[in-house]
């Protein structure tokens, strides 16, 4: 993952005096790279010892190696937009497509590269043992829900989406121990997934959730957390883009990984699935 990635991945885990040396090393990524431990502390109004305990925070061997990746963050984005707004007036298409497309392809690379294996091996198995599993998500959450739904269904495990408490409470009542709900929200803190989630707790069954990176209520909360990248997008935002699409990337990366692991009965599944709509579509045609 880039540092900027990690930097805001654990942002909300780092203390006062490591926020600042993280702030500065965001805004001038290149005149670190020649800097001293001691240079970058006096620079940031903190000390040498809170910039090593800030590349240990970001899971980086020391400071040396922190400028190391710095140095290859700075070629690899090179011709990456720096200004990410969804859009400005009267803005040429092939600017829009050249930003969207680079800020996408950033906020899919830092998830990949943070996808834990041990976590998806947790989910793996809570849903593969389970009777039924409920996915929850409103908004753009919303379509990763259904998304999740659609796949498991194709492989044959019963799967419900919601995105109203009202309709998701009352199917949750008859749920059976070891079923799982799977809550989406990006950023961890929605109220009505902390209610689900809550619920989730109350009548015994195993909670899912799938945020964005950092310490937030939903994540805390759950019996296994999977995470995105704290997508780079502004807060006037048109669309949730990034996060979306980072929430598809690694809703593929476990769903494949879930059909690996059980991958024969789930070609015999999948296969079936496409047989029957086939068939249905040459009746059509």
Request: some cysteine; proline content about 4%.
């Amino acid at each position: 993952m880039s540092v900027n990635g990690r930097i805001l991945n654990a942002r909300g885990d780092l203390s006062k005096a490591e926020i600042k040396i993280a702030d500065y090393i965001l805004a001038h990524p290149r005149d670190v790279i020649n800097m001293t431990a001691s240079e970058l502390a006096k620079e940031a109004g903190s000390s040498p010892a809170t910039v090593i305990r800030l590349t240990k925070s970001l899971d980086i061997e020391g400071f040396t190696t922190l400028k190391i990746l710095l140095t290859a963050d700075i070629t690899k984005n090179q011709s990456v937009p720096q200004d990410y707004a969804d859009i400005t007036p009267n803005e040429d298409l092939d600017s829009i497509k050249d930003k969207l497309l680079a800020s996408a392809l950033q906020s899919i690379r830092e998830t990949t590269d943070q996808v834990n294996a041990q976590e998806v091996s947790e989910l793996i198995k809570a849903v593969a043992s389970a009777k039924q599993l409920f996915v929850f998500g409103i908004g753009a959450s919303g379509l990763a829900a259904q998304n999740i739904c659609q796949k498991w269904n194709r492989i044959g495990y019963p799967t419900v989406a919601d995105d109203d408490l009202n309709n998701l409470l009352p199917k949750m009542v008859n749920a059976q121990p070891g079923d799982v709900l799977w809550v989406i929200s990006n950023s961890g803190e929605s109220p009505e997934a902390l209610v689900a989630a809550k619920f989730a707790r109350e009548i015994g069954i195993k909670l899912v959730s799938l945020t964005r990176f950092g310490n937030n209520s939903l994540a805390k909360a759950s019996d296994i957390a999977v995470h995105t990248s704290q997508p780079k997008e502004t807060p006037n935002r048109i669309a949730a883009t990034n996060s979306l699409l980072a929430q598809f990337m690694i809703i593929d990366i476990i769903f494949y990984d879930f059909v690996s692991n059980n991958f024969e009965a789930s070609s015999v599944a999948l296969e079936n699935s496409h047989k029957i709509v086939r068939d249905y579509k040459r009746q059509l045609g």
